[in-house]
């Protein structure tokens, strides 16, 4: 089973940037698709972004389209979320789950990290 450990977390200004890593242990990524979900207070856990790692495919919710980017780095075994014109909204905190299967990813599935807490102020 692969260990996650998110960080990259914080508080910025809207309209700011942040990135966040999921580094992984345990197993490589290379046959894995990762994603990152958030859940803000009094909220349901929601789908923010996925990578299949072996082709490199990307999808994203549409509340993030044009604005979060997700990418992989082989080498650090790392998954990154880059976080673009942040809005107040993006507030929550944000996990991101792995498994060998896309659509285990999607629906929650695989396994999870301890989240890292995203901060955005007016």
């Known amino acids: 089973q692969v260990h996650l450990v998110e960080s990259g977390g914080g508080l910025v200004q809207a309209g700011g940037s942040l990135r966040l890593s999921c580094a992984a242990s345990g197993r490589t990524f290379s046959s894995y698709a990762v994603g990152w979900f958030r859940q803000a207070p009094g909220k349901e856990r929601e789908f923010v972004a996925a990578i299949r790692w072996s082709d490199g495919r990307t999808y994203y919710a549409d509340s993030v389209k044009g604005r979060f980017t997700i990418s992989g780095d082989n080498a650090e075994n790392t998954v990154y979320l880059q976080m673009n014109i942040l809005k107040p909204e993006d507030t929550a905190v944000y996990y991101c789950?792995?498994?060998?299967?896309?659509?285990?990813?999607?629906?929650?599935?695989?396994?999870w990290g301890q989240g890292t807490q995203v901060s955005v102020s007016a």
């Open positions: 789950n792995a498994d060998q299967r896309l659509s285990s990813v999607a629906a929650g599935l695989g396994s």
